[in-house]
């Protein structure tokens, strides 16, 4: 009966380490898969690099000025140099260029931007950059309807009623898409909780500070969204509208980060059942010792004895087979983890041409690090009334009148706001 157990207990075992065998080998052929691929990926990322000459390296921020209804007024860009020193070499499509950080002259010729005389310790610099007709990343429509009616912005002054508010954020097909790619755009719309009630917007998240409620909605890298927003308003302004675009979460450096840590607990813990192993095969031993002086010591059991130390013969012959198969597997694990290690190598290599990719774009050039800031014109009195037309000079007694009672209502209104 013992013997039979210990069959039993041998085929199990074999079955366990040819199926173990199985699931090592495909975790083996996934590695090589997912390290070819990311080898695959990150030489096609890596490939378009472009430099601009020896251009100081530098961070880019974009601000944009917007309209009432999204389309583009003014482009300009903030160059900002960390650790300066001597003369400053950069590139830009600009129109026009200005320094932000001393008085120092900044010479602009066909794209070339150029300032001599640096300092001797590192400082951070800045200069601004305005652009001409550029195609930006993203395109934007604001729309407005008040009581089911579409009106403009400035119709939109200081009325009320219900109002609809409908933002489009897309993608321009116009445009280099390495940023509407790579790049989350993050919508914040601020309403004065005195101006608007009532409010509902699908989706968006919404923060309430003092007399300011502030609604955001995000739009993940390559997508569009239509955001609606609407409320019940009374003597309606609103504030300037903001948008940002930034680069996506670095996903890759968390879940590389994480694979590491599992293959280091992967190759801790087969060490430990080594280990283990070790040690039962050595009690065997001991074990098989004790038997021998037990057969010696008791005649009359000789023959029960004797197939006693065959089975646990069989089965020690057993225990180190599979102490045999934890060693391979173990150098098994050490190629694994070898295996893993490349395929981490090539992760950074992804995460670094992820982080470095650079295009031709005039937007681009030699910057490390792009962020984009959008801002909306506001709907507020000061912004029209130097656009409102000329109203005829009064002329009869009961004209005059009715123009100071309408100029002390407008300054009324006006200073309530």
Do not use: C
């Amino acid at each position: 009966m013992l013997v039979s157990r210990l069959q039993r207990s041998q085929k199990q075992r074999g079955r366990w380490g040819r199926k173990l065998s199985r699931l090592l080998l495909l975790g083996l052929l996934g590695l090589v898969l997912v390290s070819t691929t990311a080898s695959m990926y990150a030489a096609s990322v890596q490939a378009p690099l472009a430099t601009s000459g020896n251009a100081s390296p530098k961070d880019e921020t974009v601000f944009v000025n917007l309209g009432n209804d999204g389309a583009v007024r003014e482009v300009y860009v903030v160059n900002t140099f960390h650790a300066l020193t001597g003369a400053l070499l950069d590139f830009g499509a600009y129109s026009s260029v200005q320094n932000l950080s001393d008085e120092r002259e900044i010479s602009l010729s066909d794209g070339r931007v150029e300032m001599v005389g640096g300092t001797q310790e590192e400082r951070v610099f800045r200069y601004q950059g305005t652009l001409g007709q550029v195609a930006l990343p993203w395109l934007f429509n604001v729309g407005y309807q008040l009581n089911g009616k579409t009106v403009t912005a400035e119709q939109l002054l200081g009325a009320s009623g219900r109002l609809r508010i409908s933002i489009s954020v897309r993608p321009n097909p116009a445009a280099p898409s390495h940023f509407a790619d790579r790049y989350t755009v993050q919508a914040v719309v601020p309403l004065l909780v005195d101006k608007a009630a009532d409010v509902y917007a699908s989706g968006a998240t919404s923060l309430l500070v003092g007399n300011r409620l502030t609604l955001g909605f995000v739009v993940q890298p390559g997508e569009s969204h239509l955001q609606t927003i609407e409320a019940t308003v009374r003597d309606f302004v609103l504030p300037r509208m903001e948008i940002t675009a930034f680069r996506a979460a670095k996903v890759q450096g968390a879940w590389r980060d994480n694979l590491q840590s599992a293959l280091s607990g992967l190759t801790g813990g087969l060490t430990e059942m080594v280990g283990g192993t070790t040690t039962l095969r050595n009690g065997l031993s001991t074990l098989h010792t004790g038997v021998g002086e037990l057969r010696s010591s008791l005649i009359p059991l000789t023959n029960g004895a004797l197939e006693f130390e065959a089975a646990l013969n069989e089965y020690a012959q057993g225990v180190e087979e599979f102490a045999a198969g934890l060693a391979d597997l173990h150098a098994a694990d050490l190629e694994v983890q070898k295996a893993g290690q490349l395929m981490l190598g090539h992760l950074t290599a992804v995460q670094s041409g992820y982080n470095d990719v650079s295009t031709a774009d005039p937007l681009r050039g030699n910057a490390r690090s792009v962020q984009f800031v959008f801002v909306t014109s506001p709907i507020e009195a000061e912004h029209y009334t130097a656009t409102l037309p000329e109203l005829p000079v009064p002329t009869t007694l009961t004209e005059r009148i009715v123009e100071l009672v309408r100029r002390i209502l407008l300054l009324g209104r006006e200073s309530t706001r």
